[in-house]
């Protein structure tokens, strides 16, 4: 076994095209986190009351239909996934020593991605959606997003291989692996799944695509974030990376086989139903390979938390990574699914994953290297009100209120009274929910502010409390 | 120094985790499927139902588009499982093969609506039309949106757009394999209601604020049948605040709903909750009894109508004014005089002008004297000893 790669050697110092090609993502990552929240509380909104569901009710183009895939179109491909790019961009030629290949296409690409994702949310809220889940933009769209995704691709991979890098850092394991199997699933989708698989077999392959977007896509590149924030932060190597490559192989092999039991008690064929059992069982290892790490590296180092903003958000990051990674695993038994499948306890548990634990890495990463690309500080204040506001309002008023009107509909719908009874009963938690929307929204109006206007750009950077 | 495993070159990772392992769970989780499912046999009925014979899309296959466009399936799933009771509230489990045209499927991961693979025949095109220009037109609590850019105004009315028409053709195509099965569950065809429970103050409260949960977007939160829905019901909705329903009767229909009308079944609501509205509706009307059964009193004039009514009405309403079975199929049904009085002017108007949407047509040939004849002999075939006055 090799020794362990670490990335505590010091950081080459950014050149100015690097910079200019990451805070690009950044800014349109967190203009796409905008709009995506915008149309999240809109839809919130919508279902708190009857009269609340006429508001604007003539406007096709901000029907709830349109808007719901506008909002996830908009978080997968143009939050996270720019928030991502950035990611790449920032830390593989960190991580491998090498200039970014293709550098120059890489930062024409960049705009072309935005376009490719207008393009995509436009058409969809014109009305020219395609019925395939997680990625409902028409396939001009999505021919044109695969395009822009395959030059990063080879920009980031292709870093990586020619490094000449013998034995990576885990980071660049996820890397790798994100883009590649992405890539394909990617364009997998659009063709197969959109085109040509009918009915059960396009369900199952529908599996394999909504299933991976968030955990060969999300997950993984989630993973490469914190396994490099958090030893970069606390200034020590992980604990182990033995572990982490164990958890790294479980999640390849593991995660994508489970992917039909989006599709429980369907036609989709029971034998392929009962392998998602185990196999998306086995996911708690993946799991816990990743939260045994943390914890193993943040030992003598929690008094940290309280002054080091991108290590609070990791942090209470890993804290919902532990509440929602635990519930998946259970999702998978047959009972469990009876009752909470089509319901509101899988949107509190998706927006646990993605937004409480993928974007608050985003966060984190964002607040640890915008300093370092600009020059610029920001509010150690104003940071603090961004934090709690969203923790707050996500766990107090989002996920836990959605998750009792989940399980309110599920053990509603195990009698026979009428399905409209407990659309009324969730109303309650819908309101909450939808008032949690605004104060995000309130939240990420601060963090935009903190990141860009507060202090102004100098010389010899310190950033409070790092 | 570090040592060179080969499992740890980027090479390797790309090769196995990232390419190979997509193509494992594809062959899994698409190639192997596939070949099951290609082995399923439908039955002879399934054709697919989104080309016509020149190859066109058919009405259904546009009807998809905009129900994908609309990102109906993100709310409403076309699924229903085995278990927790969905059975039994949509109709039979889904079969592999009913989708085999789909492409895309649309099974759909959420329900903020009911689950809709079991809608065919389930409720009138009307009652779609209606529900889509604006939900609560149908059911007044409802989350939905509006879709009025599926209909266009034309003389002041609300009509459907081919959009519209579209979408309720692909609905009504939902689950058709198993409209038979559906339809026995939804319409009962016979429900027998014999005494109902004393009202109380309490049940009056609860009644009327069900009537106005569940029936004012038709009905009109009067009971008048001046509904959110009225322009698009053909028969519209009855006027309730007109005729004198029995308690009994007004349960009947609630639980069997009225077939080939909006008028859909409310079987799912609790027994004692239906025996509260039934009180409601009851006392909108009841004011009408006192003056139909007057009319009655003249034996001239029952004799009179007796002999228009076993001319005129007596196929589809029968004798004594009970339904005979045959015409039970008429969707809607005749209505069975001897259960259910109307206030005469209403009546009168009713046989002269028809009720558009029914098989009632409108006898305009009738004199003033004849209407009020047969109002009389109509109003005599109620039985008061069945429903005394309380």
């Known amino acids: ?466 | 120094m570090s040592n060179d495993v080969k499992a740890e070159r980027p090479m390797f990772v790309l090769l196995v985790a990232g390419l190979g392992f997509f193509v494992l769970s594809f062959v899994a989780m698409g190639v192997f499927p596939w070949l099951t499912i290609d082995r399923i046999q439908a039955p002879d009925s399934m054709q697919n139902p989104y080309k016509d014979e020149a190859g066109q899309p058919t009405a259904v296959a546009r009807g998809r588009d905009v129900y994908i466009a609309e990102g109906c399936w993100h709310c409403h799933s076309q699924f229903v499982r085995p278990v927790a009771n969905e059975e039994f509230r949509y109709g039979p489990r889904s079969q592999a093969w009913e989708s085999m045209f789909d492409i895309p499927h649309l099974y759909g991961t959420r329900r903020i609506g009911p689950d809709l693979s079991r809608e065919a025949g389930r409720r009138s095109d009307d009652w779609h039309l209606a529900h889509l220009w604006n939900p609560r037109a149908t059911v007044p609590g409802s989350l939905m949106p509006k879709y009025t850019w599926l209909f266009e105004q034309k003389e002041g009315k609300w009509q459907p757009t081919e959009k519209a028409t579209d979408l309720v053709a692909y609905l009504q195509y939902l689950g058709i394999h198993f409209k038979d099965d559906v339809r026995k569950q939804v319409w009962p065809s016979r429900v027998t209601v014999s005494g109902s429970p004393t009202p109380t103050p309490l049940s009056q409260q609860r009644g009327s604020d069900l009537f106005q949960h569940y029936c004012s977007g038709c009905h009109g939160e009067s009971g008048n049948g001046q509904g959110l829905a009225m322009d698009f019901l053909k028969p519209s909705a009855s006027d309730l605040t007109t005729r004198y329903l029995p308690r009994e009767e007004v349960f009947r229909i609630l639980f069997m709903g009225s077939e080939g009308s909006a008028m859909p079944s409310f079987a799912e609501l609790t027994e004692k909750d239906l025996w509260a509205i039934s009180q409601y509706v009851h006392g909108m009307g009841r004011s009408a009894r006192k003056p139909a059964l007057e009319t009655a009193t003249v034996a001239q004039r029952r004799d009179r109508g007796a002999e228009l009514y076993r001319k005129n009405c007596q196929t589809c309403h029968g004798e004594n004014g009970i339904v005979p079975p045959a015409m039970e199929n008429l969707k809607p049904a005749p209505k069975h005089f001897r259960d259910r009085l109307y206030e005469p002017g209403y009546l009168a108007e009713v046989i002269r002008k028809g009720r558009p949407g029914s098989a009632m047509a409108g006898y305009s040939q009738f004199s003033d004297a004849e209407l009020q004849d047969l109002v009389a002999y109509i109003s005599s075939l109620f039985d008061q000893k069945l429903y005394p006055e309380d």
């Open chain 1, 1 to 466: 076994m090799s020794e362990a790669p670490t990335v505590a050697a010091p950081a080459p110092v950014i050149a100015p095209d690097e910079a200019r090609l990451i805070k690009f993502h950044i800014v349109a990552s967190i203009a796409w986190l905008v709009i995506g929240m915008l149309g999240g509380t809109l839809m919130g909104y919508r279902l708190t009351s009857p009269a609340a569901a006429e508001w604007l009710g003539d406007t096709a183009e901000l029907s709830f239909g349109r808007i719901r895939m506008f909002h996830s179109h908009s978080v997968i491909f143009g939050w996270l996934t720019n928030g991502f790019m950035a990611f790449a961009y920032y830390s593989i030629p960190r991580l491998t020593g090498r200039k970014l290949w293709l550098s120059r296409l890489a930062w024409f690409n960049a705009p072309l991605m935005q376009v490719a994702l207008v393009l995509g949310g436009g058409a969809i809220l014109m009305g020219h959606a395609q019925g395939v889940e997680h990625t409902e933009a028409p396939w001009f769209a999505d021919a044109a997003f695969a395009v822009t995704f395959v030059i990063s691709l080879l920009s980031c991979v292709g870093t990586i291989l020619l490094s000449g890098v013998r034995n990576m850092y885990v980071s660049l394991w996820y890397l790798v692996l994100g883009f590649v199997f992405t890539a394909l699933n990617f364009v997998m989708a659009n063709t197969i799944v959109a085109f040509v698989a009918p009915g059960a077999a396009g369900a199952s392959l529908a599996g394999l695509w909504i299933h991976n977007a968030v955990g060969l896509w999300v997950t993984p590149m989630g993973s490469a974030i914190i396994y490099y924030l958090l030893p970069v932060t606390l200034k020590k190597p992980i604990a182990s990376h033995k572990l982490s490559l164990l958890g790294f192989w479980t999640l390849a092999f593991f995660y994508p086989l489970g992917g039909s039991h989006h599709y429980f008690y369907s036609p989709v064929p029971w034998w392929l139903q009962m392998l998602a059992v185990p196999l998306t069982f086995s996911l708690i290892f993946v799991v816990y390979s990743v939260v045994y790490n943390f914890f193993a590296t943040m030992k003598g180092q929690w008094k940290q938390i309280t002054h080091n903003i991108p290590l609070r958000w990791l942090t209470f990051g890993i804290f919902n990574y532990i509440t929602t990674c635990t519930q998946g695993p259970f999702h998978a038994l047959l009972s469990v699914q009876q009752v909470i499948h089509f319901t509101d306890w899988v949107v509190a548990h998706a927006h646990l994953a993605l937004f409480g634990v993928f974007s608050w890495w985003l966060y984190a990463f964002t607040y640890w290297v915008w300093p370092r690309l600009t020059g610029r500080g920001y509010s150690k204040a104003l940071a603090e009100w961004h934090f709690w506001i969203t923790f707050l309002s996500f766990w107090v008023l989002y996920y836990i209120p959605d998750t009792i009107a989940g399980l309110m509909q599920g053990f509603f719908w195990l009698t026979t009274l009428p399905l409209q009874d407990s659309l009324e009963a969730a109303m309650p938690f819908w309101i909450t929910r939808a008032i949690s929307g605004v104060l995000l929204m309130a939240g990420t109006t601060i963090y935009i502010i903190n990141l860009f206007f507060v202090k102004k750009a100098r010389h010899g950077l310190e950033v409070a409390g790092e």
